[in-house]
């Protein structure tokens, strides 16, 4: 349901502003949200001044150049560092992305603010609860679903087919699309959302599938896949260039060519 | 602390695929389609109508073609609007009996407005045609 404003406790407040680093000649604030489970209290923005000569050239950089010098207590998911693993997901100035391929020079304003994926619950800092996420696109089933008896060597499959798989299969699921998505915000337990739903277009698509009719079937709900109402913000988001509301849409004309 | 244990998974299922969403979907179109026909027309006529004053938009409304894509206009707009009001509610509203109990409102107040506007253009075609 719609929910224009945080609860009491959720809503962040004035935080700390951190010293600037000694002898620094170029530097750059990063307000940074600050929520911790065990503190309790209202989440809060810190401030941080970075040196950023001293700092790669990523906004992954910048906080692991903060967690190194400043405040080892800030908290953040990373892995691959190569946008490979979907781990560093989040918002920064004010648009979802993950960290270790966006630049900092890539934002523009004198101070970058960096928060968790929006609409979510916070674990800690910058770590969103993605539970639900994990969940819903398990509800999909991304797996080969058949019925014929495996074949001795592979299933088979043209050069043609598997270039439907293009423009999905690169899909990490890091969450950027859903979160940025006005409806799976208000009503995000009963939509799909944009990344499930790519991930099951991912699987209608594949010709080796032999379940696209019970597929079709476990997504046709007016929640779980017709909330999509093409705001597009998931294909402005993906940090892999990559189109959920064109997988949507296609979804769309597969459950109408079954009835019409 | 949460007292909700439902796990994730049963979370998301919820209540399974209601197998249903494709026909609102295809209806939702449709009346879009006779809408961005019949709605250029529309500003025509209101123009034209409103141009001679009450007896010009009498006189407009009593040729019979004219009557027959007014009501066709008004049919398709009410019937579209009943489709899209019914997704603002679903998408703003998830208190269970409120929703419903907007979504019928919906319902009778696009069904009166077609019943009334389409009257009114009935009556003045055969007040003139008497």
């Known amino acids: 349901m719609v929910q224009l404003t945080l609860p009491k406790g959720s809503a962040p407040k004035k935080g700390k502003e951190w010293p600037k680093p000694e002898g620094a000649k170029n530097t750059r604030a990063f307000k940074v949200y600050r929520y911790s489970p065990e503190e309790g209290g209202n989440p809060r923005w810190d401030t941080y001044h970075v040196d950023m000569d001293r700092c790669g050239p990523m906004v992954l950089d910048v906080l692991i150049w903060i967690k190194n010098n400043v405040d080892p207590t800030l908290a953040f998911r990373r892995s691959c560092r190569e946008g490979v693993c979907g781990s560093c997901s989040m918002n920064i100035g004010g648009q979802n992305s993950i960290a270790c391929t966006k630049g900092w020079d890539e934002v523009a304003g004198r101070t970058i603010t960096i928060a968790p994926l929006p609409h979510l619950p916070v674990v800690k800092d910058l770590i969103p609860d993605l539970t639900n996420f994990y969940a819903q696109h398990a509800y999909v089933q991304p797996f080969l679903k058949t019925d014929t008896p495996e074949p001795e060597k592979e299933w088979k499959q043209s050069e043609d087919q598997r270039n439907e798989l293009n423009g999905l299969y690169e899909c990490i699921l890091c969450a950027c699309c859903s979160t940025s998505c006005p409806s799976y915000w208000w009503n995000g337990d009963k939509y799909l959302g944009p990344a499930a739903l790519l991930q099951a277009y991912r699987w209608l698509i594949d010709s080796r599938d032999e379940a696209t009719g019970e597929r079709l079937d476990d997504l046709e709900d007016p929640f779980k896949l017709y909330r999509c109402h093409t705001i597009m913000n998931c294909a402005q988001v993906c940090p892999k260039g990559l189109n959920p509301a064109k997988a949507i849409a296609k979804i769309k004309h597969m459950m109408v060519e079954r009835v019409a | ?130």
């Not at chain 2, 007292?3 to 209806?27: M, Q, V, Y």
């Not at chain 2, 019949?38 to 004053?53: C, K």
């Not at chain 2, 009501?71 to 009996?97: C, N, P, S, W």
């Open chain 2, 1 to 130: 602390m949460s007292t909700d244990f439902k796990t994730p998974t049963a979370a998301a299922r919820g209540l399974g695929s209601a197998k249903s969403g494709t026909e609102h979907h295809i209806r939702q179109r449709v009346s879009a389609i006779a809408l961005a026909l019949l709605v250029p027309w529309f500003l025509f006529a209101v123009i034209a109508a409103s141009r001679s004053g009450f007896d010009g938009a009498t006189a407009f409304f009593a040729q019979p073609w004219n009557a027959i894509l007014m009501i066709l206009t008004l049919g398709a707009a009410f019937y579209h609007m009943r489709l899209g009001m019914q997704v603002v509610v679903e998408d703003y509203l998830g208190k269970a009996g409120m929703k419903q109990g907007l979504l019928i409102l919906n319902t009778f107040v696009c069904v009166g407005l077609f019943a009334a506007t389409a009257l009114s253009v009935l009556k003045i075609w055969i007040t003139a045609s008497v």
